[in-house]
């Protein structure tokens, strides 16, 4: 076949184009401050479920770095708006059938949510140094509440991490996306990838086995998901078969994806793998090893790198896909 | 209030690009930029070769995704069944682009906002067809209004048998396309 076209777009021929990592970045950061929100809130309650009183057995930083990561993470989603300036036209109207529409109002319910928490989460040690003395009066104020704002924080992170899938995957246009297992997928690598930081960050050996355990069946559970993705594109129609081939292509063309599903391959399971050698042996002694040490921080590494390969292949990958882009009636 | 829609026969079209060209001038598209395009898609083994030339275009969906996902509502219906684009609205965040299973949206990089094909309102209102419908040499693009039972495009899509790209999707778009109209004897 031969195809000539006088009048194509550049941003649409012979590929879409209209993301790129700006976007990427953006749920990446988005899925893993939703899985910090998550994550961090479960340390607390999990707490104050044994001891009855509130308190963090790791690291009061992590409920700080959930709102700080997400701000980097729409930064670049600014950076990606071509009309930077009118940002603010996103409030201005509520379509309730637009994904995009929810998450810049979801983002403002979030926001308040995971500062009051931060504030709530602080320890005396560290809020005797601040000298907002309005911060301060709130951290205190908020004290209290921290069991609630943990509360909160369990189901809004879910609802961030979540959402980040949902709004490739209303896009009918682009097979790929349109699957509804990709929130799902984007849900579980979200709080993997929380849980991941939560190991890094944690100095207690109890909560770092905890999350080590916690993030096996993470894992298991993304790759289960990511396995069904591609079977269910498998099984569905021509576009969505197309979809997925440049994962299963090695030729010069589409290597990049091929690459990434082989990154993915290689760096979950053995991720799980250095899991399972962490955990095993570890509750029978008192401190962590050097060696466990290095397992555990390599593992979590491993676990961010797959979370980001997965984003970034999905955002560039899905753009790819289309129905019969040029030639099909 | 009118319903409008684009009748397209293929077999009238001769490639010679004038819509494309009326397109870019009557709309000040940029350069580099187009809002309809015609494909020669050229199938089978020498010497049995066929041909199909096939304009496109925005199809003004009446279930367009484009609207759906717009976050600040630019991309809208008009009461006219068209689909348009409020660009003082528009935010340049490209999903519009994406969702478009027909990829016929741009972006105007000069002003950040995105664009795409009207059916030429700002003619519409002045009771002129669009600049491509006008300047078809061939008589391949014919305009007119579906809530209409005798206009042109009503008639041709009651007597002919018709397609629309892409149904499947369930976009119900409103531009269609048939094959010789009216049929050689």
């Given at each position: 076949m031969e195809l000539s076209i006088t009048g194509t777009n550049a941003i649409t021929y012979p590929v879409m184009h209209v993301w790129d990592w700006r976007v990427a970045i953006y749920l990446f950061l988005g899925g893993l401050s939703g899985g910090l929100m998550t994550m961090s809130a479960i340390n607390y309650l999990r707490s104050e479920r044994k001891s009855g009183t509130i308190q963090?057995?790791?690291?009061?930083?992590i409920p700080l770095m959930a709102p700080i990561l997400l701000s980097i993470g729409l930064f670049f989603l600014w950076l990606d708006l071509?009309?930077?300036?009118?940002?603010h036209l996103f409030y201005m109207t509520f379509k309730p059938l637009s994904p995009m529409s929810w998450g810049a109002w979801i983002i403002l319910l979030i926001y308040p949510v995971m500062i009051l928490y931060a504030l709530a989460s602080l320890p005396d040690e560290i809020k005797v140094k601040i000298k907002n003395t309005f911060i301060k009066n709130t951290a205190d104020a908020m004290a209290p509440y921290l069991s609630k704002l943990a509360k909160l924080n369990v189901v809004f992170g879910v609802l961030l991490s979540i959402y980040t899938g949902i709004l490739l995957s209303?896009?009918?246009?682009r097979p790929l996306w349109n699957s509804a297992i990709l929130p799902l997928l984007f849900l579980a690598s979200g709080m993997s990838t929380g849980t991941a930081v939560m190991i890094i960050v944690a100095k207690n050996k109890e909560a770092k086995l905890f999350f080590t355990k916690l993030d096996i069946w993470l894992i298991i559970g993304e790759i289960l998901i990511i396995a069904l993705m591609f079977y269910g594109h498998y099984t569905s129609n021509a576009a969505h078969q197309e979809a997925i081939m440049p994962f299963f292509n090695s030729s010069h063309d589409t290597f990049p994806y091929f690459l990434s599903i082989v990154v993915i391959g290689i760096v979950l399971p053995l991720a799980i793998i250095l899991k399972f050698l962490e955990v095993r042996?570890?509750?029978?002694?008192k401190e962590i090893s050097r060696f466990g040490l290095i397992l555990m921080n390599t593992s979590a590494l491993l676990v961010l790198l797959g979370g980001a390969v997965i984003r970034f292949a999905l955002v560039y990958a899905g753009q790819l896909s289309g129905y019969g882009n040029y030639t099909m009636m | 209030m009118p319903r409008y829609a684009m009748v397209i026969d293929?077999?009238?079209?001769?490639?010679?690009m004038a819509c494309v060209v009326a397109c870019k001038r009557e709309n000040d598209?940029?350069?580099?930029?187009?809002?309809t395009r015609v494909l020669e898609i050229v199938q089978g083994n020498f010497p049995d070769l066929t041909t199909e030339m096939r304009s496109e275009l925005?199809?003004?969906?009446?279930?367009?995704p484009c609207v759906t996902i717009c976050p600040t509502g630019a991309s809208h219906y008009e009461e006219d069944g068209t689909v348009q684009v409020d660009i003082d609205k528009c935010?340049?965040?490209k999903a519009c682009i994406a969702a478009?299973?027909?990829?016929v949206r741009y972006i105007?990089?000069?002003?950040?906002y995105v664009d795409k094909c009207s059916f030429c309102q700002h003619r519409l209102k002045e009771g002129k067809k669009p600049a491509c419908v006008a300047t078809c040499v061939g008589g391949s693009r014919i305009f007119g209004d579906?809530?209409?039972?005798?206009?042109e495009v009503s008639v041709i899509l009651r007597k002919t048998s018709h397609r629309v790209l892409?149904?499947?999707?369930?976009?119900?778009?409103?531009v269609y396309y048939i094959n010789q109209y009216p049929k050689k004897a």
């Open positions: 963090s057995l790791c690291c009061w930083q071509e009309r930077k300036l009118h940002g209303s896009l009918v246009a042996g570890q509750d029978t002694e | 293929q077999s009238r079209c001769i490639g010679c598209v940029p350069p580099e930029v187009y809002r925005c199809n003004h969906c009446d279930h367009a935010v340049g965040c478009c299973p027909y990829n105007n990089e000069e002003h950040g579906l809530d209409d039972p005798k206009s892409k149904k499947s999707i369930g976009t119900r778009p409103n």
